[in-house]
């Protein structure tokens, strides 16, 4: 038998994924694979998803030897169940994304085999890029509220998404909660880890707006460079765009210098020297965002070749923008019109588009928005963008949580999660991965995930309170509190750390602190649904039975006028003794589609419920819809 054709020895101990490493940087097919696990195509960094990151590590370690779906099973997921289609779908994804795809080969019946020649690298490894925290910028008297934050985003998203980048940017969940929280920029370069901070300041005169940004060096503390702006109040749109380019010339300047390096202190002092150079051109072209990012100008033509339409539109998207990510549900509204407003203005404003999308979503899983209502308007707005798998990959997730929670169609959300794989870490494409991994019971998937973009982005609250709740759902009650305690010593006054806190504590017997939780948030969000269920929950779970009631027969009376979410009070019903109500609750969230619905079937608060013929049938929609998915995919990608 040749030497291709047979299976790999070493691999039955493979350990998981997590622990897997390339000794040395290798090179094939085009790519070079470093020690850490940084894919590269020539000079360009590829971003892998960890689960096929692994699995190439796994394949480039035995290049010319089979590798049986068992085996990469084992390696990738270890003792977690799976189902028998997560092999093929991953390496089908991995295989579409290197290109050329026939560098993996399937071995029909028996497994993969990477068919490149690896060998290792000649030259030297990749030193890591600068690490640049950028702030948002502070907003002074006059100022609008969300220019400071839009200013920032901006410049995230398009030096992000540069071709040839020159510094490597933070996560923005970390850097804007550490600001909010009254870090100054030298105390957020410090926490992070950076070795860069953009901070910068907006103050308004009668007839301008002066747009002042500095560049701090973290080690000592020292401001390299600055630039001041004054910006005509008029033409506010496409001011982040003159400062992306002034920055971008500085980074390019700095690692064009002779002897510059791309990382460590002598790239510090290239980019200090670089201070002391002539300011870019103030008609410098636009950095290219690649279609991806909440980048203005990645879709349609520069602010200022257009007419006061697309400059109102631009206006309404960074307005919209800032008001929706919020907890405030009639500062969602206005985003939402704000949004709708800019979409109908200037349809080639891609960004308003994709943000709608993610509203509609958000205020579905919040409770604010009905799940038919929010379906529709997500599958309306991504039809109206045209070649959205190109010019808009950030609407897939929604898609997928449409197809999922509304239509019930796995393999169409599977199909939109696969065509997005690609995409790394933001907010929001974490937070709809990692729904639908807990939607689907798949807790160490979900689990897997949150940590890994904690790595990423260690200061997100949202991420730490979701990965809370996903040790909750996994019954790791241990788990699930420590962290939750420590989350609530990080971000005291965040929304999710109150409404997860309180359901987790009251499980676990700390009914007093869960009240005090949940009391707060209702009263600082009355129209926040979930909010008040979780205030119940903690008073049943206190014994405080009228109090809890009272709150259900209001919530009750609320669902005759407007759509209540419903997918938490079942846990109160049981806490009260009316396993009937609880079921008719369930019923009722199926029905209406709630995006919570298939989560709480998972909740351990509802074991009472547990062989209750009613409550297994509800859980039969998920297997049927696991299922449909197994019977439709080939054995092999």
């Known amino acids: 038998m040749d030497r291709k054709d047979q299976a790999s020895p070493a691999l039955p101990g493979v350990p998981p994924a997590s622990q897997q490493s390339t000794e ?3 090179r094939f097919a085009g790519f070079r694979l470093e020690a850490d696990g940084s894919l590269y195509r020539g000079d360009v960094l590829l971003h892998l998803p960890p689960r096929e990151l692994a699995a190439l590590r796994v394949l480039v370690a035995h290049a ?11 390696a990738l997921w270890g003792a977690v169940h799976v189902t028998s289609d997560s092999v093929p779908r991953c390496l089908s994804s991995l295989r579409a994304r290197l290109q050329p795809e026939d560098c993996i080969q399937t071995v029909y019946k028996r497994g993969y085999r990477l068919l490149a020649e690896v060998r290792p690298c000649d030259a030297p490894a990749v030193r890591a890029l600068p690490r640049l925290a950028i702030a948002p910028f502070t907003a002074g008297f006059g100022v609008p509220e969300h220019l400071g934050t839009a200013i920032a985003e901006e410049t995230i998203a398009r030096l992000s998404n540069s071709a040839a980048p020159q510094v490597s940017i933070l996560a923005r969940d970390s850097v804007f909660g550490l600001a909010q929280g009254g870090a100054t920029a030298q105390k957020i370069g410090e926490v992070l880890r950076a070795d860069l901070v953009l901070a910068g300041t907006l103050r308004a005169f009668p007839a301008h707006l002066r747009l002042r940004a500095e560049m701090i060096r973290v080690a000592d503390g020292v401001q390299i460079w600055a630039e001041d702006m004054l910006v005509d109040r008029s033409r506010l749109v496409g001011s982040e765009s003159e400062l992306v380019s002034r920055l971008h010339f500085r ?12 990382a460590g202190e002598d790239a510090h002092s290239a980019v200090a020297a670089a201070g002391h150079a002539p300011a870019a051109n103030h008609h410098a072209a636009p950095l290219d965002a690649g279609g991806e990012g909440i980048a203005i100008d990645a879709s349609a033509a520069p602010v200022h070749e257009s007419g006061s339409a697309r400059r109102e539109a631009c206006e309404l998207y960074l307005r919209g923008h800032h008001e929706w990510q919020t907890l405030e549900r009639h500062r969602m509204q206005d985003g939402l019109q704000h949004l709708t407003r800019a979409a109908e203005l200037d349809p080639s404003l891609i960004a308003a588009k994709v943000d709608l999308v993610h509203l509609c979503v958000t205020q579905g899983i919040y409770g604010f928005m009905a799940p038919a209502v929010a379906a529709d308007l997500v599958q309306r707005t991504a039809k109206s963008i045209p070649d959205l798998h190109r010019t808009a990959e950030r609407v897939l997730p929604a898609l997928a949580w449409v197809h999922s929670h509304f239509n019930r169609d796995l393999s169409a959300a599977l199909w939109a999660f696969d065509l997005s794989a690609h995409l790394p870490h933001d907010p929001w494409t974490t937070r709809m991965r990692s729904l639908f991994a807990l939607s689907r019971h798949r807790f160490q998937d979900a689990i897997d995930l949150l940590r890994a973009a904690i790595d990423l982005d260690p200061y997100s609250p949202w991420l730490q ?10 019954g790791q009650a241990d788990e699930s509190v420590a962290l939750i305690e420590r989350t609530l010593r990080l971000f005291p006054g965040h929304e999710g750390t109150a409404l997860y806190g309180s359901m987790i504590l009251a499980c676990n017997g700390d009914a007093a602190r869960a009240i005090r939780l949940a009391e707060n948030l209702a009263q600082r969000e009355p129209y926040f649904d979930l909010a008040n269920v979780a205030h119940a929950y903690a008073l049943a779970c206190a014994g405080r039975t009228p109090g809890a009631r009272a709150i259900l027969e209001r919530l009750q009376w609320l669902s005759r006028e407007r759509y209540v979410l ?12 009316d396993p009937e109500a609880a079921l008719a609750e369930l019923h009722a969230a199926n029905e209406l589609r709630c995006p ?7 909740d351990p608060r509802l074991k009472p419920l547990h062989g209750h013929p009613e409550f297994e049938q509800l859980r039969g929609i998920l297997t049927t819809m696991e299922a449909s998915v197994q019977s439709s995919s080939p054995a092999q990608a």
């Not at 419903?566 to 003794?577: D, I």
Request: proline share 9%; hydrophobic share 55%.
């Open 64 to 74: 010319g030897h089979i590798v049986s779906p068992m085996q990469l099973k084992q």
């Open 596 to 602: 919570w619905f298939f989560q709480t079937l998972a």
């Open 251 to 262: 980074l390019n300047l700095a690692a064009a210098r002779p002897g510059a390096a791309p």
């Open 465 to 474: 309170n979701r990965l809370a709740w996903a040790f909750h759902l996994d």
């Open 24 to 26: 040395i940087p290798v």
């Open 566 to 577: 419903r997918s938490f009070a079942p846990a109160v019903h049981l806490v009260l003794g």
